[in-house]
């Protein structure tokens, strides 16, 4: 089955999704990999539960089913809309492998069954974004904290400056554009910001978006104007 985060669910936001699959609790899990989905209207990273899962017990549950004891696997990944309106994650095929014991000739052996088990569709509605949206507004949707650090130390009056540009939070981290830049074109030289490598992992939707921007003052300048994240 396929589960997103309750509540309303917005264009544009990066929404937790999880797909979990149940088998008999006699079978043992060698390894998992991913899960592959079909996706209209949205944009999705990897739902995925690699490594050996000895290693990741975290993501094996225990439940009962009809009077029977079974083993849960969730797959974790997120999910983006694309627009308001109707949107779908799946059908699709989750891979893993079961520890079967097999016998030849008087010896018993465990060895790995490799299978993709069926994933069925979750359809699920897409709201537009409130209006009117914020002045300034980019695509920032979520809730998040924008630090900015410079090393202005040995620059003489008209030097580069690199600021380092971290935002931290839950939402559309992978998505975000760059901070905004609030010096005015008279006092300061802006150059296009760089994306560095996201902390965290992708399947997630909460951890910390990084940028480098360099700027530089055409004349002294006592300050570095702020950044704004809208």
Request: net charge positive; hydrophobic share 35%.
């Amino acid at each position: 089955i396929i589960s997103l985060s309750p509540g309303k669910h917005f264009e544009g936001e990066s929404i937790p999704a999880e797909v979990k699959v149940y088998f008999p609790a006699r079978f043992k899990i060698d390894k998992a990999t991913i899960a592959e989905l079909d996706q209209e209207g949205v944009a999705a990273k990897r739902f995925d539960a690699s490594g050996i899962i000895p290693w990741q017990r975290e993501v094996v549950t225990k439940v009962r089913l009809k009077q029977e004891n079974y083993h849960g696997l969730t797959y974790r990944s997120t999910i983006t809309p694309l627009q308001a309106g109707p949107a779908s994650i799946g059908p699709g095929r989750a891979r893993l492998s079961l520890l079967a014991r097999v016998s030849n000739r008087g010896f018993t052996d465990t060895i790995p069954i490799p299978m993709e088990l069926p994933v069925p569709r979750l359809s699920f509605p897409v709201l537009p974004l409130p209006r009117p949206s914020p002045e300034g507004f980019q695509n920032a949707i979520g809730s998040f904290t924008l630090s900015a650090k410079a090393n202005t130390s040995g620059l003489n009056g008209t030097d580069p400056i690199a600021v380092h540009l971290s935002i931290t939070g839950t939402g559309n981290l992978d998505t975000l554009k760059a901070p905004a830049f609030t010096g005015t074109n008279d006092d300061w030289k802006s150059y296009p910001p760089h994306r560095l490598p996201r902390q965290g992992k992708s399947s997630d939707n909460s951890g910390v978006a990084s940028f480098s921007h360099t700027i530089r003052p055409k004349s002294r300048q006592d300050s570095i104007p702020p950044y704004q994240l809208i």
